[in-house]
């Protein structure tokens, strides 16, 4: 790293210096989850509520005993809900629980006249109140979807926590009630009605005011999160991207995947002086950012101080995902954090490119092959296709897809085609049927982003499943050798994890552990490509460039590793869509191929 950038701000030292401000937050949490068990508990369990005071209690008037169970309950289970918010130190789970601890607190007394119940709930007071200036976190990006994702899993959890209420009673239940008529009270008393399973006593109360309690909390939580304030979710605004463009044409050719950065699912953090910005999104609680800063390496630090900033004010955890060897010292020097090799990412110089030599013949014969059956080329700009043409190209993207979601995030732009995006490279195989198909000839499609002004970098890769074998090594082929008309003298191919690992693992004296941990990746590669991707890229004789992850500690790998892998598509926690949508997709999407024939017919 050259000396000309500046060292880490005193502010960012001191940020990173001494015991971490999570730890207080991470105990009360703990803290939190424990005593929400506690009043789960003794809202369900007859046994565990019993105490001595409990059976002068029953023959007083007015006894509280069904509506205090109900509390008890809520109150457990709300803050069961509260305590990962506790942990990362957000305000507004903070202010939940000093309301909702009294309450469970009087709930331990008034139905299990524990005193001890009531001084544990009170006890958490203490620490939240001493320590509130620790959770100060603001709330994380905000979608509908999560309203409908808790009504679901909320749902699911109060009609196991309800069978588990409907059956703890057996002494009491009147007769011998089937799983179906259990299930059915569950789901009458989640909204208010009595079911078919009745009780002696007063028990049949308790299990009512029980169930409702459960349903209450499923109704309000999820109308919470359905009518809360819209809080902006990771997005690119239109001046953010004018911004961003503007650094990328002044410094995009330092990095391979800066106009990833253009991605509109990101948001962005700017340094105070404009010249650099770090674009991210974020996932399960990591702030997830891609690639080196973009702009002037001068202003980069100012620009990371500006994400750790962002960072700790909603008490997200940092991480950065494929940062080059330049970015991952920046970024590990101003922040303190820690930088692990992922992976290399295949750079292709496109002057020393040649099919010839020993090195290339598998490609070279299966590129021969692929053209003999009929098949050609063609790599163009996307200011250069017509519109109809592009129209095609998109739809025929999306259809080839292979996947319910569109994979990736540090190495994919997510869109094909905008007319913001005109630089872009876009390679085309085209093979005329005697049954054209619902895209014409078109059979496979490369499309590549500016790196620079005379790189660029490889986006995506889809094919016609109908199609030969070989249709990316081909176009790839092709791009290569159309390079130097359009100005380009360096592509970037895919990004190989693991991939020193892979090579190392496989040479003759390679000991046990580096053995076993090849067998590992190779075993993981059924699912995530991780071998066969290598080997692919390998094929082109590529020069390697190391990627690394920069991570705060070890503790929190597990956790920017799943994070990761739900950004790039890998892993998706939403909710599924409906098959009988899925199967409407098709015949809408013929209509618009048809509708661009009928274009392309008109225009000759």
């Known amino acids: 790293m050259s000396g000309g ?9 001191a940020l990173m210096r001494g015991p971490r401000p999570e730890s207080v937050p991470a105990l009360v949490g703990r803290a939190c989850a424990l005593v929400g068990l506690l009043d789960v508990a003794a809202g369900i369990f007859p ?4 105490s001595r ?5 029953e023959v007083l008037p007015g006894s509280f005993g069904p509506f205090a169970a109900a509390l008890s309950l809520s109150a457990g289970v709300l803050l069961l809900l509260l305590a990962h918010g506790l942990k990362r130190g957000k305000r507004r789970a903070w202010r939940a629980a000093v309301a909702l601890l009294p309450a469970g607190a009087a709930a331990q007394f008034v139905y299990r006249h524990s005193i001890a119940g009531a001084l544990i709930s009170l006890a958490l007071l203490v620490p939240l109140i001493v320590h509130r200036d620790q959770f100060r976190a603001l709330p994380d990006p905000r979608s509908r979807w999560r309203a409908l994702a808790n009504l679901v899993l909320m749902g699911a959890g109060s009609l196991v926590l309800g069978l588990i209420i ?4 057996p002494r009491r239940i009147i007769g011998d009630p089937s799983l179906a008529d259990r299930i059915t009270h569950v789901l009458y008393g989640l909204v208010g009605f009595e079911g078919p399973v009745d009780y002696q006593g007063s028990t049949s109360w308790t299990v009512a005011f029980s169930l409702g309690a459960l349903g ?8 919470y999160l359905a009518f809360r304030p819209e809080h902006p979710a990771a997005r690119l605004t239109e001046e953010d991207e004018t911004r ?7 410094h995009g050719g330092r990095d391979s995947l800066g106009h990833f950065a253009l991605r509109r699912d990101k948001a962005v953090v700017f340094s105070p002086s404009g010249k650099a910005a770090v674009t991210y999104r974020v996932v399960s609680g990591v702030m997830l950012a891609s690639g080196d800063p973009i702009g002037d390496v001068e202003a980069w630090p100012g620009a990371i101080e500006r994400f750790m900033d962002e960072a700790k004010a909603h008490s997200w955890t940092p991480a950065v995902m494929g940062c080059s060897e330049t970015g991952g010292e920046v970024w590990t020097r101003e922040t303190g954090l820690d930088a692990l090799e992922l992976g290399d990412e295949a750079v292709v110089d496109v002057a020393d490119f040649s099919l010839a030599g020993r090195a290339m013949r598998n490609v070279r014969q299966m590129v021969k092959r692929i053209e003999r059956a009929g098949y050609e080329t063609r790599v163009r700009r996307v200011r250069d296709l017509g519109e109809a043409e592009l129209e095609r190209i998109r739809l025929a993207a999306e259809d080839w897809r292979g996947t319910d979601t569109e994979r990736g995030f540090s190495m994919a732009l997510g869109r094909v085609g905008d007319p913001a995006d005109g630089d872009c490279l876009i390679a085309t195989a085209h093979k005329a049927d ?3 198909g619902p895209y014409g000839d078109l059979k496979a499609i490369l499309h590549f982003v500016p790196w620079g002004t005379n790189g660029a970098s490889l986006d995506l890769m889809r094919r016609d499943r109908s199609a030969d074998p070989g249709m990316n090594e081909l176009l790839i082929v092709a791009a290569l050798q159309a390079a130097p008309k359009l100005g380009v003298t360096r592509v970037s191919l895919n990004f190989a994890m693991f991939r020193s690992a892979l090579a190392r693992g496989e040479k003759i004296g390679a000991g046990p552990v580096l053995r076993a941990w090849r067998g590992l990746l190779v075993f993981l590669s059924r699912w995530f490509q991780i071998e066969s991707l290598y080997k692919f890229n390998a094929k082109f004789q590529p020069r390697w460039e190391p990627r690394f992850v920069v991570y705060r500690a070890s503790g929190d790998l597990p956790r920017i590793g799943f994070a990761a892998m739900q950004a790039e598509g890998f892993v998706n926690l939403a909710l599924p869509l409906p098959h009988f949508l899925r199967r409407r997709t098709k015949p809408a999407r013929a209509c618009v191929h048809a509708l661009a024939e009928r274009q392309d017919v008109r225009a000759a």
């Open 5 to 13: 950038v500046p060292h880490r701000s005193s502010r960012v030292q």
């Open 216 to 223: 209450w909390i499923t109704a309000v939580t999820t109308i």
């Open 53 to 57: 005071m409990h059976t002068i209690a």
């Open 47 to 50: 046994r565990f509520r019993q």
């Open 244 to 250: 961003l463009r503007a650094l990328l044409a002044r």
């Open 166 to 169: 409907v059956s703890v009673h």
């Open 434 to 436: 005697e049954v054209p």
